[in-house]
């Protein structure tokens, strides 16, 4: 059973602007080997992202969305991880048959990520300036003063004040939103085409979350970059996503575009996490929770991943694995009674 | 009160949302593996991958060997190893005599088998003497901190200066030299705490180290908040979650100790005749190396077996504990 | 709901910064708490809400008498509980608990789960003679919604969220009438958030308890609690009902605080208002004079640099507030611009 679809093309959100795919990534399939086991942790990943759009990869811990980032930039762990099916097109060329040359070549110049944690991320020993030029001279054979005014210009684009000095500090020195900043400048340094953000706000204060995910999209714009957001917090995808694919234990389990997510989800598990989530414009009442626990991806459900969980699963749910169903040009669910769930009011 | 099964098809229709009795623990957790059941803490887990890991039962495989040996070395030999036939002297392994006889007439296996015995008794127990002076210092030092870290740290800053062996050399000498003589258990006891007056202080290092990264765990401000008492909390939480540093230290160590004891005994001053241990066995071979290599190659042999069993039981459990496995 | 059961006046905690190592010399204090006061009422949730740094788990270690304070008293049931005695702060312990944010390391990985919520009967043997002790422990796995059979696991053998239920188990055991959470859902997934919160609220009517939910999350924050402090570098600036402070916030901080929580609705993307602040929050070794927001705020003035705002009640605002200009702002939380009549712009 595969989650594959043949997709239409999507509405384009940025009209008069060229529309291509420059990633996709399809049927994808990744098993960590453990000495306790095979994990499947991706199962059949299908998805794409544009030139100029934002798509959210929204899903909780377990859900493989980090780790399919991983696979596309191709710093997996490998042992453990292994990829096992499918595959990761750039510009249609398939990046897992490319040489690690290739590959390489891609990272940082197709393809660039941000990560959740700068400070881990950012080496502690050499200036932030020095590790932004390091991409300049290595690259683009830059000379050392040449690369250093461009790093400097690139943290002035990322909007660090007074950037020629603080080109020279170490990313101690900076405040975490600051080095947030630091490092999405760091991945913008070579112009990607496409930026992947791993929970780029989540260790941040809201206040600073609000800057940084404002950064992140003048920047999208200004550069007509796809931005694969990763996330599992419900209020930014709302607030930047054009679309959203939501996972599961490793599954893409609903597709749409923003407006429709959040006014009728497709799947029951959408519903969940929309219902459980405390709102700030609202006052209390009693949550709605999804019960149970994620499952564990050494032994995940047969069937419907979430038929455990699932306030309306039936025995067919798990019989048979949903297929990605198409309810729509930008909708997708991968659940039995999807369109039951869409009628619903 | 039965649990929900996370088999179950289908799901109590929710009429109302709010808080659910979970599924159960393990229906979400990797690594169970086929003890469901069966609680294990993580010396459990630790003793789980022990037995699997070859390197681990070989080493211990020899070291109960030599326990044994040690212990009950009538097991393996019958011969005295003190008794001496000059007419034997200096033959080389033969149907009589496995390993061949040394100066003195004196039966090689027989001594190898009974040296075992000094040899891993003085590295055990001067093992354990380090391990606990050490680490209850250590563990003071670290808990306390202020100046009485300070000054513990500075102690055992000095003994760390001492330059190991010749440390030994220096106070074996005045109490052990060469025309004392002493009882078989005094001179044993005597290498036993000179060894611990000088190793004591990396074990105390070992164990301030991991208490101060202990200490200020949540779990500890957690009991802290319910109102523990400071010897509770050293008891109950410190000290089981430092011991694995330690532990893994201690196999080492034993290992260290055995070629530490063969180091002083050829040079005179650490066990002598009467008593019989590998190194006093290789310190009356030096002379006669190439003549009789048999009297050096055996006991060294032994050394370097045993010491060798002992890192590699600390390396595997090393492995074993590292919570980075987890 | 109207008896006061904690008062909090004017808490300091300072954390001296020092140089050299052998001989230490204080170079600064760090101005962790500055003078927090406020009230605890029976049976409310007082959520303290404020982003990193602003003091929040400084004041819940020293609530829970984990730190001494620099100056300042905190009254339990009349009595100033850092003037206790031993045995007064151990049986003190029995009446104010701690649920931290931690899950992954707040149960020590040794001890199971029937040791790790049976401590407190071990410490305080009083509260339940050794008998009853198991089946205590098992009738609180229960009330968590844990199954009690699994009382001799480990905590790495459960999930977050159950780790999490654990702890909140451990608090419950003595009966205390206070329970200080410490960011408790901040660590959890949020579909677990909902379900551990839910409990939260359920234990809080079942037993009759007083929360300090001291949480970023300013969401979860308003889901439970009656009323919210809204902290900043130390200093509580705005002290009202969830009500008052989520609807008419009246501190300019609250409202950049509010207008930048992202929601969960496309549409309002469009009649955004966000409040942006600029700059960074100052150092709190060398926070600034008179109010400390002022170096972000856009209504500062100069008395804002020569005289502390307090915080008291103030003509443009139905609850106290510190600042001198305090005003209320309507609406600031579904971002409703078109409503709005000022808006500050993004340049400030």
């Not at chain 2, 530490?260 to 019989?276: H, K, N, R």
């Not at chain 3, 009656?226 to 009500?243: P, Q, S, W």
Request: charged share 20%; glycine share 8%; net charge neutral.
């Amino acid at each position: 059973m595969s989650n594959l679809y043949v997709a239409d093309q999507p509405e384009a959100a940025t009209a008069g602007h060229p529309t291509g795919r420059l990633l996709e990534v399809e049927d994808l399939r990744v098993e960590f080997r453990t000495r306790d086991g095979v994990a499947k942790v991706i199962n059949g990943v299908t998805y794409h992202v544009e030139a100029g759009e934002t798509l959210a990869v929204l899903g909780e811990s377990g859900s493989g969305k980090s780790v399919t980032a991983q696979t596309i930039m191709g710093i997996l762990d490998t042992p453990p991880g292994f990829v096992t099916g499918g595959a990761i097109r750039f510009h249609g060329k398939d990046m897992l048959k490319m040489s690690a040359e290739e590959r390489r070549r891609i990272r940082g110049e197709g393809i660039a990520m941000v990560f959740q944690d700068a400070l881990s991320a950012l080496n502690p020993v050499f200036t932030v300036g020095f590790q932004i030029a390091e991409q300049f001279r290595v690259r683009r054979g830059m000379s050392r003063k040449d690369a250093k005014k461009r790093a400097a210009e690139m943290l002035d684009q990322v909007k660090i004040p007074n950037a020629t000095q603080r080109v020279n500090e170490f990313p101690h020195q900076f405040s975490g939103g600051m080095r947030q900043r630091v490092m999405i400048a760091m991945s913008l340094a070579l112009d990607p085409e496409v930026l992947i953000a791993d929970e780029p706000t989540t260790a941040l204060d809201v206040t600073v979350q609000a800057q940084i995910m404002d950064l992140l999209a003048e920047l999208q714009r200004e550069r007509h970059m796809g931005l694969i957001l990763i996330t599992h917090d419900l209020g930014v995808v709302a607030d930047v996503a054009d679309r959203i694919a939501v996972m599961y234990a490793g599954r893409i389990v609903e597709e749409a575009n923003v407006h429709e997510l959040y006014a009728k989800p497709a799947h029951p598990y959408t519903l969940g996490l929309l219902e459980s989530i405390p709102r700030i414009d609202e006052k209390g009442q009693q949550l709605r929770t999804i019960r149970g626990l994620p499952p564990s991806l050494l032994k995940i459900p047969s069937g419907c991943p979430f038929h455990p969980r699932c306030p309306m699963a039936q025995p067919v749910c798990q019989e048979k694995v949903p297929p990605l169903l198409q309810l729509g040009p930008t909708r997708a669910s991968a659940c039995h009674f999807a369109e039951e769930l869409v009628k619903r009011d | 009160m039965s649990d929900p099964t996370a088999a179950m098809v289908t799901a109590p229709q929710a009429a109302e949302p709010g808080v659910v009795t979970d599924t159960p623990p393990d229906a979400g957790r990797p690594g169970e593996g086929a003890s469901k059941d069966k609680p294990r803490g993580l010396l459990g887990d630790a003793w789980y991958d022990l037995r699997r890991k070859p390197l681990f039962w070989i080493s211990a495989a020899f070291i109960l060997f030599f326990v044994i040996m040690a212990a009950f070395p009538w097991l393996f030999t019958q011969t005295d190893p003190n008794f001496a036939e000059l007419s034997r002297s200096r033959q080389g392994p033969s149907a009589d005599a496995w390993f061949g006889t040394d100066i003195q007439g004196r039966d090689i296996y027989a001594r190898v088998i009974y040296g075992s015995r000094a040899s891993i008794l003085v590295a055990v127990a001067a093992t354990i003497g380090t391990v606990l002076i050490g680490a209850t210092v250590g563990v003071i030092a670290g808990f306390r901190g202020g100046w009485i870290d300070q000054l513990l740290s500075r102690i055992g800053d000095v003994f760390f200066g001492l330059p190991f062996v010749l440390g030994a050399i220096v106070i074996l000498s005045q109490f052990n030299g060469p025309g004392t003589h002493r009882g078989e258990w005094a001179i044993m006891g005597l290498v036993i705490a000179v060894l611990i007056i000088l190793a004591w202080p990396v074990s105390m290092r070992i164990m301030r180290s991991t208490v101060l990264a202990t200490k200020n765990a949540d779990y500890i401000l957690a009991a802290r908040a319910l109102g523990a008492s400071n010897t509770r909390i050293i008891f109950r939480h410190l000290i089981p979650n430092c011991l694995a540093p330690v532990l893994v230290y201690a196999t080492i160590l034993v290992g260290a100790f055995i070629s530490t004891e063969a180091a002083l005994s050829y040079l005179g001053v650490g066990l002598q005749t009467p008593v019989v241990s590998w190194g006093v066995m290789i310190a009356s071979a030096q002379n006669l190396i190439r003549v009789s290599p048999y009297m050096l190659l055996f006991p060294a042999g032994a050394l370097v077996l045993a010491v060798l069993s002992f890192v590699m039981l600390g390396e595997a459990v090393r492995e074993a504990l590292d919570p980075k496995m987890r | 709901m109207t008896e006061t059961i904690l008062e909090v006046r004017d808490l300091v905690k300072y954390y001296p910064v020092t140089r050299g190592i052998v001989f230490k010399k204080t170079i600064g204090h760090v101005q962790a708490v500055d003078g927090v006061s406020f009230d605890l009422h029976k049976g409310e949730t007082l959520g303290v809400v404020g982003e990193s740094g602003c003091g929040k788990s400084t004041l819940a270690k020293v609530l829970m008498h984990l730190e001494k304070p620099t100056s300042g008293g905190v009254n339990f049931n009349g009595q100033d509980i850092y003037k206790l005695g031993a045995g007064g702060l151990r049986r003190l312990r029995r009446n104010i608990q701690l649920v931290m944010q931690d899950p992954y390391t707040s149960l020590n990985p040794r001890m199971t789960v029937g040791d790790l919520v049976g401590e407190p009967y071990e410490i305080h043997p009083e509260v339940a003679p050794k008998s009853s002790r198991r089946q205590k422990v098992q009738e609180l796995l229960e009330v968590v919604g844990l199954n009690p059979e699994h009382i001799n696991r480990y905590p790495h053998q459960f999930s977050g969220g159950q780790r999490q239920r654990i702890g909140i188990a451990r608090a419950l055991a003595l009966r205390p009438e206070i329970i200080v959470c410490d960011e408790p859902v901040s660590a959890l997934d949020v579909s677990i958030q909902a379900q551990v919160m839910n409990l939260l609220e359920k234990l809080q009517d079942e037993f009759g308890l007083s929360y300090i939910f001291i949480a970023h999350d300013l969401s979860v924050v308003r889901h439970l609690a009656d009323r919210v402090a809204v902290m900043y570098l130390g200093k509580i600036v705005e002290l009202g009902t969830e009500d008052e402070i989520y609807e008419r916030p009246t501190h300019p901080y609250t409202q950049a605080l509010l207008s930048a929580v992202p929601v969960p609705d496309p549409n309002s993307r469009k009649n955004k208002a966000i409040i942006r602040l600029t700059g960074d929050v100052p150092s709190p070794t060398n926070p600034p004079s008179g109010c400390r927001f002022r170096t972000r705020c856009w209504k500062a003035q100069e008395i804002c640099a020569t005289e502390v705002p307090l915080l008291e009640a103030r003509p443009g605002s139905d609850h106290p507030s510190a600042c001198h200009f305090a005003e209320k702002r309507e609406i600031v939380v579904s971002h409703e611009a078109s409503e709005l009549t000022e808006l500050p712009t993004r340049t400030l």
